[in-house]
């Protein structure tokens, strides 16, 4: 008995097509609304045996049949046939002559049975009315209903999938032509663009003079216009869930696979369109991703009339390493928006030939650019296999039909971690808790025996406390979510109690535990906004972009699976430890120069002497306060937390280990040893190569090296080089960015070339050479004692890594300064200050002022050094060279960058090796372009940083609804707009600047409100319904205002402060075309904005409260009592 199925087609209201198109595809026998059971089973009999006899299909590389199968040749077709680019020879993932990837009787496993795998119901996930829509979808949707349904997209079967915009679907025999070309590429799925076809429903258009046939489902509007839909085949149909029309633009397939495919057809507006139409556009496509199921894979196909360019910059999560041209407004639109959905573009991730990525094509056959783009969830990048264009199928259009091939890709199930598990250290800041744990340690301490030995001392010491802190802070009981407390759980154990035997009481505590959580959830929430807003005030971005990788599960963990430096794989888990032993061992193990470097010349001064009597009481509980709670344990298991919590017992104690090691001179053994932790940083996640390592380090001994930081810092604060800013008290990334902007609009606006090179060290941390760091730390004038403490601390230094909760062998590490040591980056910035002191003694630097002048920017290792020409620039680059080798620095030719000014070629030379010159750079965050002051790189870059940010918090946070707006804005404002705007305060912007990051944060806040742009509501209003948040001019223009302040307090001598109060020199004249906006001119048009006269500002700017004052009103709108009656906010006067 067969039984008839049928495929149903529910017409929408404004989805019937028109007469005459409808008649001309009856007439062809194209529209078949209702195919029965029996006559689907006879058309894929024909089509089988079709495939099975077709030898000879011309042009068709990919028709591997029993005669002409070749199991040792694989073609890749990258010429200009563009027909074979099948991976698979023969499709036959068992070997045995039959095909897997389209088997007409839905066998996978190649028996001849027909596997069912769903017999009532196409959709297994809960969706009993097989809607692609889970929640609230008001589109209407074209359903195809079917009882026997296959799995099609597998991880056995690759899927071939394009994209072509083929002009127009409406003229006669332009169906057929496309599906004639779509077959001849045994394309499965094709997502079209410019069908021109009115209405919406599905046809069956047939391939001319063959048995072929595919399925077309469509969605257009009234005219003959736009229109996009889906050319499927037909064996794949029968794996088709839901088609949604969603309009002339938009279209959703749903498939049924291993893991659920939505497909969405897309035709952006172009170019040249109205910003309203644009951004309509896009605020309904966020509306249909925003109603796919986030678990399921989502690729997006068509024409989105955008360029994304080849600059990656700040785009690295979205675009690939092979795109081309340059990006316009539509690719900033389309990378903005993939990257708040955590969306990857496909065309740059493959490398290809220029001809195979080109997808358009103008009329006048010059002009050409990447229109047509695949994009997919992030999550399921690796499934997408291949994308390139097929520049032989042709149906009469200007554009290329772009392939894709999309496989399944499954992770391999992660071995269990063996992690020491955690405690509730957060207890020892209770006050009474803290009481408790004093007592405690006085009464261990008194027990103990005294001892002469220094190892046995500090392993006493290290003992009680951790047994003390283990006695009092449990460990954290394992839960799915970090807000919900022990309590609640205890609740949840009482109600469970409760539920057969006192009903009431049930009630009671459901509706308890109900509240409770709620205010667990907002209260976790708010802490989270408080510490992220802290963290961006203390410009801590690092603490920022941890927590948002926490938040939206970005953390990224160690892969199981790494390479050997054979490129082969380990296959057990001792050898995977031996492999980062050997990796990290190489790594922090550099080549010592030969012979004994010479003594730096003793710097002459009257700076503060270095005391180096022993530890005061003071000084040990200055250090203990100023260590980094929750951070991990060193080798010693004790925490930050339990040595701030330990009071007077512990420092006195402390105190004693601390002078029985300055007597000596000697330090513990246990304080020489490091554990390394794998940190992922970017790549390939199975190449040691990208990965950091994370030191831990004994949090007691960080105490003694904080002591003696404090005492070295405040004399070489007073050596130290301006040019140096990288952890230094009261400098930061900000001063040499803004140095660097404003030495470049000095020389381009005058006309003055500068030609700059971006220094990279290789590893420096990692291989300072240690006996030449001595000699530094003697010549700038530290006593014997602490050189030779610190020479103890590094000798016999050892190291091993951790990875799943198993620690590798020890090995010694005997270069570079220790990894994690608070005293390390003040050792480093000795070292290199050494060198660049020995380089530009003799120098003057470039000018840009009346005799002003800079030779370098520095932040750690983070170097630029500047020039007037190429010859002094090669000449400077080789003293560097040669000056730091001596040091263990060695300068990375490859990543070392030139960049000049003007745009004009410069050779600079390196050991007889030209250095690469760039038109822009990425200088500590920020993007400098030459030949231009504004920050229009800078900002498109921050666009892309903060809508991947943004983006990852789209599902954890943003959408929840029971989270409050304010405590959603407040995350929006410390973790978004901090990323948004770093940097900013230094900007020089162009309106169409300011305009893009205006329209970026009005996307995000209609995003956090759940509101679209076709409600119609003003900006204002949702700013006001925002908490009032305030305008991206507002919030720059405050920046601007309180950095003018900081530099116009600054000591004169620094660099900010003299290249903005500089005196032009003698002789330049600004260019007839020299850019007319400047950061000073901006700062005029604020004060002018808010009634401030220059000798006013500069006034109120020394008072650092007064100005607080001033920079807080420029947001809430204030301005000053004196200023016109326009600028409060009232008409102005009738003057007649």
């Given amino acids: 008995m067969t039984t008839n199925h049928y495929v149903k087609t529910y017409a929408t209201a404004s989805g019937a097509a028109d007469a005459s198109t409808l008649a001309g595809d009856r007439d062809q026998g194209v529209d078949e609304k209702f195919v029965t059971g029996q006559q689907q089973q006879q058309q894929q009999q024909q089509q089988q045996q079709h495939d099975d006899n077709d030898n000879n299909d011309v042009n068709d590389d990919d028709d591997y049949d029993n005669n002409n199968y070749d199991n040792n040749k694989c073609n890749y077709d990258y010429d200009n046939n563009g027909v074979n680019d099948d991976y698979d020879n023969n499709n036959d993932s068992n070997n045995n002559g039959v095909n897997d990837d389209y088997d007409n009787n839905n066998d996978s496993n190649n028996n001849g049975v027909n596997n069912d795998y769903d017999n009532n119901d196409v959709n297994d996930d809960n969706n009993n009315n097989n809607d ?541 040893e490091a554990v390394i932790i794998p940190s992922f940083k970017k790549g390939d996640n199975q190449e040691c190569k990208n990965y950091r390592g994370i030191s831990l380090l004994s949090v007691v001994g960080k105490v003694f090296t904080k002591v003696i930081q404090q005492r070295l810092q405040t004399r070489h604060e007073q050596l130290a080089r301006e040019e140096q800013a990288g952890f230094r008290p009261g400098r930061g990334c900000c001063d040499q960015i803004f140095a660097l902007r404003q030495l470049l609009e000095e020389r381009i606006r005058c006309g003055k070339r500068l030609v700059g090179v971006f220094i990279d060290f290789a590893a420096a941390f990692d291989s300072v050479h240690r006996p030449a760091l001595w000699k530094s730390l003697v010549a700038e004038g530290v006593p014997d004692r602490i050189v030779h403490l610190l020479q103890q601390l590094y000798e016999g230094t050892r190291s091993c890594v951790r990875v799943n909760g198993e620690k590798s062998e020890d090995f010694s590490v005997y270069t570079g300064v220790r990894q994690g040591c608070v005293v390390s980056p003040l050792l480093f910035n000795i070292t290199v200050d050494a060198v660049m002191r020995k380089v530009f003694n003799n120098r003057q630097g470039v000018q840009f002022g009346d005799n002003e002048f800079i030779t370098d920017l520095m932040f750690a290792d983070d170097s630029v050094v500047f020039a007037e020409t190429e010859p002094e620039a090669s000449a400077i680059i080789q003293d560097i060279k040669d000056a730091a080798y001596p040091y263990g620095l060695i300068i990375n030719a490859d990543k070392t960058k030139v960049f000049t000014s003007d745009g004009s070629p410069a050779i600079v030379i390196l050991d007889n090796i030209q250095l690469e010159q760039v038109q822009k750079y990425k200088y500590l965050g920020s993007i400098v372009e030459e030949e231009k002051i504004a920050a229009t790189a800078d900002v498109t870059n921050r666009i892309g940083q903060a809508a991947a940010v943004f983006g990852t918090l789209t599902w954890c946070f943003w959408r929840k609804s029971n989270i409050k707006v304010s405590t959603k804005m407040r995350i929006y404002k410390s973790l978004v707009l901090s990323v948004l705007l770093y940097g900013a305060e230094s900007w020089t912007l162009l309106q169409s600047d300011l305009k893009k990051l205006e329209v970026f944060q009005m996307r995000c806040l209609r995003r956090i409100l759940s509101i679209s742009l076709r409600d119609k509501i003003r900006n204002e209003t949702i700013r006001k319904w925002c908490c009032n948040q305030s305008t991206i001019f507002e919030e720059i223009q405050k920046r601007r205002i309180r950095w003018f302040g900081h530099i116009y307090r600054m000591n004169p001598r620094r660099l900010p402060h003299r290249l903005l109060w500089k005196t032009r020199t003698k002789g330049w004249k600004i260019q007839r075309n020299a850019p007319k906006k400047t950061w000073l001119k901006h700062i005029e048009e604020d004060f002018v904005r808010h009634r401030l006269s220059p000798i006013e500002a500069k006034e109120q700017a020394l008072d650092k409260q007064q100005w607080k004052v001033i920079t807080r009103n420029v947001v809430n709108g204030i301005v000053a009592p004196t200023a016109a009656y326009w600028l409060r906010g009232r008409p102005p006067p009738d003057v007649r």
Wanted: aromatic share 8%; hydrophobic share 35%; net charge positive.
């Fill in 132 to 672: 692609v829509n889970d929640d609230n979808s008001n589109n209407n949707i074209s359903k195809i209903i079917k009882n026997n349904t296959s799995y099609i997209l597998t991880p056995r079967n690759r899927l071939k999938i394009a994209t072509w915009n083929v002009r127009t679907g409406y003229q006669v025999g332009s169906r057929e032509i496309i599906v004639r070309e779509l077959k001849r590429y045994r394309i499965s799925i094709a997502a079209l663009s410019e069908l021109r076809l009115t209405g919406s429903g599905t046809m069956r258009v047939q391939v001319p003079n063959s048995d072929d046939y595919m399925v077309l489902y469509y969605s257009g509007g009234e005219k003959h216009v736009e229109g996009v839909g889906f050319a499927v085949d037909q064996t794949i149909s029968k794996s088709v869930i839901a088609f949604q029309p969603i309009s002339s633009r938009l279209a959703v397939l749903s498939l049924y696979g291993t893991i659920k495919t939505h497909i969405v057809a897309v035709y952006a507006p172009t170019e040249v369109s109205p910003d309203e139409s644009k951004d309509e556009f896009y605020s309904k496509f966020q509306e249909v991703l925003d109603t796919l199921p986030r678990r399921d894979l989502i690729l997006i196909a068509g024409d989105l009339n955008a360029q994304v360019g080849s600059n990656r910059q700040g785009w690295e999560d979205v675009h690939g390493n092979f795109g081309i041209g340059k990006m316009n407004d539509n690719g900033l639109r389309l990378l903005s928006f993939a990257a708040a959905n955590e969306l990857v573009i496909g065309n740059g991730l493959f490398r290809h030939p220029r001809k195979h990525q080109l997808t358009w094509k103008a009329p006048n056959g010059k002009e050409m650019s990447v229109l047509d783009y695949f994009l997919i969830r992030r999550r399921f990048r690796t499934s997408l296999m291949d994308v390139r264009t097929m520049r032989g199928a042709d149906c009469g259009s200007d554009h290329h039909l772009v392939r894709a091939i999309l496989q399944i890709r499954l992770k391999r199930p992660c071995p269990r971690s063996t992690t020491t598990k955690r405690r509730e250290w957060s207890k020892l800041a209770d006050p009474t808790v803290q009481q408790c744990f004093q007592i405690v340690l006085t009464n261990r301490f008194a027990a103990l025996e005294q001892v002469g030995d220094l190892n046995e001392a500090t392993e006493q010491f290290s003992k009680v406390i951790k047994e003390c802190t283990e006695e009092i802070c449990p460990i954290i009981r394992q839960r799915t979510q970090p807000w919900i407390s022990d309590e609640s759980l205890d609740l949840v154990t009482q109600r469970r109690q409760c539920k057969l035997t006192n009903k009431t009481k049930y009630r009671q505590l459901n509706k308890e535990i109900r509240i409770r959580l709620q205010n667990e959830r907002n209260t976790y929430w708010n802490n989270v906004a408080q510490e992220l807003e802290d963290a961006a005030h203390r410009r801590e971005y690092r603490s920022l972009y941890t927590t948002l990788r926490r938040l939206g599960g970005k953390m990224k963990r160690t892969s199981d699976n790494i390479k050997n430096i054979d490129g082969t794989f380990v296959r057990s888990n001792s050898e995977r430890l031996n492999r980062w032993r050997e990796y990290f061992q190489n790594l922090y193990n550099h080549p010592t120069p030969g012979g004994s470097p010479a003594d730096p010349p003793h710097l002459q001064d009257t700076a503060e002497l270095i005391k180096d009597d022993e530890p005061s009481i003071a000084e040990i509980t200055s250090a203990i306060k100023q260590l980094k709670s929750g951070k991990a344990a060193g080798p010693d298991e004790i925490v930050a937390e339990a040595l701030k919590a330990g009071g007077k017992p512990l420092i006195n104690r402390l105190h004693s280990l601390l002078r029985l090691i300055w007597q000596s001179e000697n330090i513990p053994d246990a304080w020489k």
